[in-house]
Nanobody, 124 residues
Framework: QVQLVESGGGLVQAGGSLRLSCAAS????????MGWFRQAPGKEREFVAA????????YYSDSVKGRFTISRDNAKNTLYLRMNSLKPEDTAVYYC?????????????????WGQGTQVTVSS
């Protein structure tokens, strides 16, 4: 079992930055690939970014590539998402997920555990 708790969301103006964190507890964090997804009101949850278990590989959706950076600190059992140049369309609840067998990081059904989410609101 892995427990995930997101934090760092909030209200920011367009062009601003935020850093989300996802603190993990339970089973060995470093054994899991990790991802960030988001869900805007009235829309389906979508893939944002992912990182392999040792952090050697990262993946991004086209909508955030070049603006967001995913990273992890296995010594602190923490996943991060640095979000720069935020846009109103980035407004959503952001969720972190952990996958043990991550054949496709962009697919939600590959993830075994999820956090409760943190709200990010970008004003224009």
């Amino acid at each position: 079992q892995v427990q995930l708790v997101e934090s760092g969301g909030g209200l920011v103006q367009a062009g601003g930055s935020l850093r989300l964190s996802c603190a993990a507890s339970g089973r060995t964090f470093s054994s899991y690939g990790m991802g960030w997804f988001r869900q805007a009101p009235g829309k389906e949850r979508e893939f944002v970014a992912a990182i392999s278990w040792i952090g050697s590989s990262t993946y991004y959706s086209d909508s955030v590539k070049g603006r967001f950076t995913i990273s992890r600190d296995n010594a602190k059992n923490t996943l991060y998402l640095r979000m720069n140049s935020l846009k109103p369309e980035d407004t959503a609840v952001y969720y972190c997920g952990a996958c043990y067998t991550c054949n496709n990081y962009a697919r939600q059904n590959r993830y075994d555990y999820w956090g409760q989410g943190t709200q990010v609101t970008v004003s224009s």
